[in-house]
């Protein structure tokens, strides 16, 4: 029934449908009450959102929009016009009449975003100081990513070992790397039999 | 486009065929006609007065640019409202978590002393938190239908869904709303 309560606050039900549900309200409460609390929460919602809008100075719109019809107009292919050789006058005549479409379009692009991006604001932030917080914080996720990348990169010195010795024998040799500040010494055993220091010049 | 003064409005239809030509006078009677109900649809959605604005101007922007692929199929009007609601919708998906417009920020020249006037902001602050508590879809219903009107034919043309779907995302969207709102019964 509530369903067909809906309908009938909305007016969508058929005459025959309606002459009944009208005889079944005056006999049931339950849903005299109903379809009073649709009319209550419909009467809310206009008396709360329509009228405040109604009074809104919406005189600033066409100009508005009359100052980037001349790019809109240029969108050829979006107005579907038929005549090739009439959309491409117009497009003409379109684009010498707005002067400056591609900055209108970007306009257009960007137009939503920042103000949503600005009312992430907190209220205690004055709005003169959000650009040099933005660009701080933007220093400092810089910073926090670049730093541990360059620490973790790998110097070309410390791929150069030093030759502290070498002892060979006639089928192996033992090769004495030298210590360096970032790496331990290491002995180097080779299969390869009678190295010399000449076999490793600097 | 040349209107005589205190001459009959002309037809939606006309405005559309002349806009259609390049006629900016005539899309300026359309944009005059329904900016009025645009801005109270955006306003529902989108919740913020400023955002409505700038969303019933790209609307209508886009709108002029699809002007050609206007079949007449439908009424201008619901052509243009699904522009407008999908865009508000677009938009509200985006920026949910900011919605919100404060309450003070709303002002109400309607209160007659300071404890109404609180009163009176606090249910609409309800209201407004209320309505962007729902879906977008059951959002963009509930508006075209409270506020705007629209029958339960021209919101499934709006939102291009069948007649069905319009009924249960109103019902769910009214329960959730009553339920939301029963402190203010009776305000």
Redesign the interface.
Known sequence: M??TL??YV???LPVAVRARTEAHLVACAGCRDYVA??E???G???L?????????D?SG??P???A??GS??V?AE?????DGAAGAA?LA??EARSGSIGRSGAH?EV??FP??VA??RPAFVPTWLVGPLAAAAAAVVLLAVALPIASFRVDPVDRVATVASVESGESASVVLLAGTPSQPPVIWVTDAGGLTDEDFPL | MTQVPGGPSPADEELVAQA?N?D?AA??IL??RY??RA??IA??VVGH???A??????A???A??????FRGESSFYTWFYRILVNLAID?RR??RP?LLEAPDR?G???ASNPVEEVH?GE??AA??AA?AALPPEQQAV??L???EGL??AEIAEVEQVPIGTV?SR??YA?RK??AA?AR????
Do not use: H
Not at chain 1, 48 to 54: D, I, Q, S
Not at chain 1, 78 to 82: D, L, P, S, T
């Open positions: 509530s369903n809906d309908r909305d007016g969508e609390r649709l209550e929460l419909r809310l919602l206009r709360e959102l329509l009228e405040p809008a109604r009074a809104v919406l719109l066409w508005a929009i009359e980037r019809l809109a107009a969108d979006a107005a579907g016009m038929a117009r005549e379109a257009a137009l939503l103000r949503a009312r992430l | 259609r390049g900016a899309f300026r944009v005059e900016q009025g801005y109270s306003c529902g007065r400023e955002d604005l700038e969303i019933v101007q790209e209508f922007l886009k002029f640019r699809m002007l050609g692929g938009f985006k920026v900011v709303l109400d020249a309607r009176r249910l609409r209201i407004t309505i509930v508006v239908r409270e506020i029958s339960y009924m109103l019902f009214r709303l009553q709102l203010y019964r009776g305000a």
